[in-house]
């Protein structure tokens, strides 16, 4: 009995298997697209009860890889990537832009609602106009015309502008 428990140990201490220990380069990779139910680690860096630095967390992959949706009147729209639907008169404030990150916003009126959408004025950020033909002046709102089916999807990857990647109705600054 004891020989086989000790043969037990040494199968055991042989067998690959990942450990607290184990540096994530040293992880297999995963080659699919995740399952929205898989989890993956991060480093909250909001919470530094583990170390200064952050604390490792998990987070399901469904909270990165499927945008939030909203509906309101009005909002700040969150990065990196949000849906808004406009349920009234709504204002819609996206984060400035930052270097190094990429944002994408889609915000549009809800079905059967014509109502003016206010894209909220961002200090030295400029908005590209619906036409795709010049930048707004920064510092400066923009419109939509309030009419069914007002839509605009922005989309930012460096700082200073929300370039307008498709839109439909009028859009002014």
């Known amino acids: 009995m004891k020989r086989i428990f000790m043969i037990f140990i040494m199968l055991?201490?042989?067998?690959?298997?990942?450990?607290?220990?184990?540096?994530?380069?040293?992880?297999?990779?995963?080659?699919?697209?995740?399952?929205?139910?898989?989890?993956?680690?991060?480093?909250?860096?909001?919470?530094?009860?583990?170390?200064?630095?952050?604390?490792?967390?998990?987070?399901?992959?469904?909270?990165?890889?499927v945008p939030p949706v909203a509906a309101g009147g009005s909002a700040s729209v969150n990065a990196p990537y949000a849906y808004y639907v406009c349920t009234g008169t709504c204002t819609v404030t996206p984060p400035a832009p930052t270097a190094g990150f990429s944002y994408q916003f889609v915000i549009f009126n809800d079905t059967n609602i014509s109502t003016v959408i206010t894209l909220e004025t961002i200090a030295s950020v400029q908005y590209e106009n619906s036409g795709r033909t010049a930048l707004c002046t920064a510092n400066h709102q923009m419109k939509s015309g309030g009419a069914v089916g007002d839509s605009i999807t922005l989309i930012s990857y460096g700082t200073g502008v929300y370039y307008t990647a498709g839109s439909k109705g009028t859009w002014t600054c």
């Open 12 to 65: 055991f201490m042989m067998t690959p298997f990942a450990r607290a220990d184990s540096k994530t380069s040293g992880l297999d990779e995963l080659t699919t697209t995740p399952a929205v139910d898989d989890f993956m680690q991060i480093i909250d860096k909001s919470d530094t009860s583990m170390a200064a630095t952050g604390t490792n967390k998990k987070i399901l992959a469904k909270t990165l890889l």
